[in-house]
C-alpha cells in the first residue's frame, strides 16, 4: 500500500497522527533532475521517509518530498533531519541552510562505514531515482544505528543488489552521473571494500 496523497500542511499533520514517519535520507539533486513526489515536483533537495500505519503493521514503505513538505514532516513528527548528501564540490554547488532543523549530527556522526553507505545509497538515488523498498531496510538501519557499522551480511547484499540491478559497478554509475559535470565529487568506498574482499565477493562498489 503507497502512502497517501500528501499536499496540505493540514494533511500533512493528520498524517503524522495515523503514520509513523522517520526522515532516513536527504540529497542534493544534481542540476536540472526532478523527482516525482507526494507533494510535488521535487527539484533541489530530495527527502526520503520510512512510513508504518499506526493501525495496520503491515502497511510500511518509503515515500519522497521536497524541502518544503519535509520541514512540516520533521516538525509535525518531532524528529530529526538526515544529513545532507550533496554530491558536488563547493564550487559551483548549492548548498541549502535549513534554520531550525537539526541535523541527526551530520554525516559526521555516521561512523566510517556507515558514511560509505549512506554515501553509496545517495549516488544510487541521483541514478536511479528517489529509493524504493528494496534500499528501505540499509536507510533504515543507518537512521536508528548511525553509530554502530552495518553488518558484513548487509553491506554484502547491498553489493548484490548493486550488481543485479545495474550490471555495473557503483564506480561506473559515478562515472556516466559526472559526465558534463567538473565539480562532481570523487568518492571512495574502502571499508566496503575491506569487507567484500574478506568473504571473497566480487566489488560492486
Given at each position: 500500500m503507497s502512502f497517501p496523497q500528501c499536499r496540505g500542511k493540514s494533511n500533512r499533520m493528520n498524517?503524522?497522527?495515523?503514520?509513523?514517519?522517520?526522515?532516513?535520507?536527504?540529497?542534493?539533486?544534481?542540476?536540472?533532475?526532478?523527482?516525482?513526489?507526494?507533494?510535488?515536483?521535487?527539484?533541489?533537495?530530495?527527502?526520503?521517509?520510512?512510513?508504518?500505519?499506526?493501525?495496520?503493521?503491515?502497511?510500511?514503505?518509503?515515500?519522497?518530498?521536497?524541502?518544503?513538505?519535509?520541514?512540516?514532516?520533521?516538525?509535525?513528527?518531532g524528529k530529526e533531519a538526515p544529513p545532507l548528501f550533496n554530491p558536488l564540490t563547493s564550487i559551483g554547488a548549492r548548498v541549502p541552510r535549513v534554520p531550525g532543523i537539526p541535523g541527526i549530527g551530520g554525516v559526521n556522526q555516521l561512523c566510517a562505514l556507515n558514511k560509505e553507505i549512506y554515501e553509496a545509497i545517495s549516488i544510487l538515488t541521483l541514478a536511479w531515482g528517489p529509493p524504493k523498498a528494496p534500499l528501505q531496510k540499509f536507510l533504515t538501519y543507518l537512521s536508528t544505528y548511525p553509530s554502530t557499522s552495518?553488518?558484513?551480511?548487509?553491506?554484502?547484499?547491498?553489493?548484490?543488489?548493486?550488481?543485479?540491478?545495474?550490471?555495473?559497478?557503483?564506480t561506473g554509475i559515478i562515472a556516466q552521473l559526472g559526465q558534463g559535470l567538473p565539480n562532481l565529487r570523487t568518492f571512495n568506498f574502502p571499508r566496503v571494500g575491506i569487507i567484500l574482499a574478506a568473504h571473497a565477493k566480487p566489488n560492486n562498489f
Open positions: 498524517l503524522t497522527k495515523a503514520y509513523d514517519v522517520t526522515p532516513v535520507a536527504h540529497v542534493m539533486l544534481l542540476p536540472g533532475q526532478k523527482f516525482e513526489g507526494c507533494c510535488e515536483v521535487i527539484e533541489t533537495e530530495c527527502y526520503t521517509f520510512s512510513y508504518a500505519n499506526k493501525s495496520d503493521p503491515n502497511d510500511v514503505g518509503l515515500f519522497h518530498v521536497g524541502k518544503h513538505c519535509a520541514d512540516d514532516f520533521i516538525n509535525f513528527s552495518m553488518s558484513d551480511s548487509d553491506v554484502q547484499h547491498l553489493n548484490n543488489i548493486i550488481g543485479k540491478v545495474t550490471g555495473r559497478t557503483l
